[in-house]
């Protein structure tokens, strides 16, 4: 699988705070990229340095193997799409006006279609006409989204996304992004919502201090994190951590022979686990 | 560099939608006129008091309409979704800047009316009046682009107001400072002296100076405000 997007040895530097500092990675054609971290560690900065809303202090981000200082060249600037904290909409139009206005500048065809479609996948029809000053910050942030994936891009970036959504909203929008992405749409995501990143992401970048400090599989990382054992309610409420080995398995045999058993689970890490063993710092 | 007439019409389009909805620009029009009807009241209307008129309503209209609508763009953080779509600069300015045009033609207009300028149909006095729209639109763009709130940009357009909108008054008042000479060659008062020129029935070379001046204002304006908007693409913000 190629790179749709590498980074390499980047920097930014605001008049004394790093930002970022050396930061390295890539992004693989068709994935969906989780890029996560607390606030403050250069999630939206990296966001706007990939997609040339700002130079590095030092440093090279390749988009389509193009340096990211290029891209604002209507050339690139039609294959992605971008969601940021600065992405505004016209407050005294409707969303619909909102959106043909984009539809325009993007040369979409079918545009009444096209509209109706992204407004569905973020479960916004119904608001289609209503004037966007009206609307709740959670579907602002929807028609914000809606937005991004009119001209369906190659490459979308999506500044936290769900934040201000309520779990039915978020569960709609991850099918939907799940659905673009089956389609072929690479999705690079930050977030500092665990559980939407194990779900969505197939890769994902901790970040810490403008640094990353840890790269790859949700589940690979949780294997690797993995204290290996399990733990069993048995009946009275007691809890025993079994380890994985003939010691636990045997352990195991004996409480299931007598039947004492009331439920077992994992004792993977979560992904923000893994982030507090890594960084000593909480994701929130 | 293509150029699409669809999105910039896309963009003028979008504008005149937003502004029938937004009182605070809609009212700034109505100030050159009612000023028009003030000054008709007396029976003869200097040539002065015609182009102090032209004049403030290329300032409180042109600049300031403009520079309000490029700055509310950055305030509302919607100018950076313009920015990112495959829209060119160009593209962009141009689309923004119908609006504030047809706003200030329309004024133009009616305080000619009002007033009872008559128009001198020279060549000459129309290149002035399009050159002199393309250097307030530039002004205006750059006074949006500079500032980050609507307020913001209407608090420095005050200065700009009584630099450039004050007609005769600065003009008399320069009169007794010879250090001050320099301020004859705005472009607000290079429009009054080319006016006053062909009125008096002067030749094609007596006015093309004046011409000359405004060009070069309208040219350095519009170069500034292409590199301002260039560095603010990518300001991050
Ligand atoms: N324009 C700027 N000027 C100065 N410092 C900045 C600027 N933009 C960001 N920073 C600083 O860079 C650091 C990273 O900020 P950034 O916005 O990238 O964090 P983030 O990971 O997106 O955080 P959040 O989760 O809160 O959105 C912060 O310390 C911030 O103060
Ligand atoms: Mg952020």
């Known amino acids: 699988m190629d790179n749709i997007l590498s980074v390499k040895a980047l920097k930014q530097v605001f008049s004394k705070e790093t930002a970022i500092d050396n930061m390295n990675f890539e992004v693989k054609r ?30 090279s981000a390749l988009l389509f193997d193009v340096p ?6 209507p050339k690139y600037l039609k294959k992605i799409g971008v969601m940021t904290d600065n992405s505004g909409l016209y407050s005294r139009l409707s969303v619909y006006d909102n959106l043909h206005l984009y539809c325009e500048l993007y040369s979409v065809e079918n545009k009444r279609k096209r509209i109706d479609e992204v407004l569905e996948m973020v479960n916004l029809i119904d608001v289609k006409s209503k004037i966007v000053s009206k609307l709740s910050k959670g579907m602002l942030q929807r028609v914000t989204l809606s937005r991004a994936l009119l001209h369906e891009p190659e490459l979308l970036f999506l500044d936290e996304p769900t934040s201000a959504l309520d779990p039915a ?23 500092h919502d665990m ?8 890769r994902v970048a901790f970040l810490n201090n403008g640094k990353v400090q840890l790269l790859d599989e949700p589940s690979k990382l949780r294997r690797k994190y993995s204290d290996d054992t399990l733990t069993v309610e048995l009946v009275g409420g007691e809890r025993r951590i079994l380890k994985n080995g003939p010691e636990g398995a045997q352990k195991m045999y004996e409480y299931m022979s007598n039947n004492q058993v009331i439920t077992m689970y994992s004792n993977e890490p979560t992904l923000g686990d893994i982030f507090v063993d890594v960084t000593g710092r909480s994701l929130l | ?27 700034t029009v109505i100030m050159p006129i009612i000023l028009a009807f003030v000054f008709t009241q007396s029976e003869q209307v200097p040539l002065g008091t015609h182009y102090f008129i032209i004049n403030l309503t290329f300032v409180s209209i042109t600049v300031f309409v403009q520079g309000a609508i490029i700055a509310e763009e950055k305030e509302k953080n919607t100018l950076r979704g313009l920015m990112m779509s ?14 504030s045009a047809l706003l200030t033609v329309i004024s133009l207009v009616a305080c000619m009316r009002i007033t009872g300028y008559e128009f001198v149909n020279e060549p000459a006095i129309y290149f002035a009046f399009f050159m002199s729209l393309i250097l307030y639109l530039a002004m205006g763009t750059l006074l949006g682009l500079l500032t980050r709130t609507v307020m913001e940009a209407s608090l420095v ?20 400072y010879p250090n001050l000479a320099f301020l004859e060659y705005l472009p607000n008062y290079q429009l009054q002296f080319l006016a006053e020129t062909v009125n008096a029935g002067q030749a094609f070379t007596d006015v093309i100076g004046y011409l000359i001046v405004i060009a070069a204002w309208m040219v350095i304006l519009c170069i500034l405000t292409v590199v301002v908007y260039r560095k603010r693409v990518i300001d991050g913000k």
């Open chain 1, 30 to 59: 068709g994935e969906i990229f989780g890029f996560l971290g607390p606030s403050g560690a250069g999630k939206t900065t990296t966001i706007k340095i990939l997609t040339g809303q700002l130079h590095p202090t030092s440093g």
């Open chain 1, 68 to 73: 990211s200082t290029k891209m604002n060249h």
């Open chain 1, 169 to 191: 909203n978020s569960r709609h929008i991850h099918h939907g992004l799940q659905e673009l992405n089956r389609k072929g749409t690479t999705i690079f995501l930050t977030t």
């Open chain 1, 195 to 202: 559980q939407e990143a194990e779900l969505l992401c197939d």
């Open chain 2, 1 to 27: 560099m293509s150029f699409s007439l669809k999105r910039v019409y896309a963009i003028f389009n979008k504008d005149i939608k937003d502004v029938s909805k937004n009182m605070f620009v809609l009212s």
């Open chain 2, 86 to 99: 495959p829209a060119t600069t160009i593209e962009i300015i141009t689309g923004k800047s119908g609006l």
């Open chain 2, 157 to 176: 357009l005050m200065p700009l107001l009584f630099v450039f909108g004050m007609g005769t008054l600065l003009l008399e008042f320069i009169a007794n």
